[in-house]
């Protein structure tokens, strides 16, 4: 356990950021399950719909640093990629 002031308040931080950056990463797993569920489903108006709202998601989190821009883009890339594929 850390013994200076400086240590003890990094410790703090970084599980409040670890925390932070958990739960964007669930939002945009779950927002990506959102679409490929629509898309399993063949419901190509709800797959565009969940595509809007993941898109939007993983964007944002690309901004506050928990994905790099390139990660992000593929992601989308790919789920976008799934949707224009249906019928």
């Known amino acids: 356990m850390a013994n200076i002031k400086s240590a003890k308040k990094r410790i703090k931080v970084a ?7 958990k739960a964007i990463r669930s939002a945009v797993k779950t ?12 419901d190509k108006a709800a797959a565009e719909a969940a595509l809007k ?15 790099h821009k390139n990660n992000a883009s593929r992601k989308v890339s790919r789920l976008a990629a799934a949707v224009s594929k249906m019928a």
């Open 15 to 21: 599980a409040t950021k670890t925390e932070r950056n």
């Open 31 to 42: 927002s990506m399950k959102k679409v490929e569920a629509a898309v399993a489903a063949n």
């Open 53 to 67: 709202n993941a898109t939007s998601v993983i964007f944002k989190a690309e901004t506050k640093g928990v994905y």
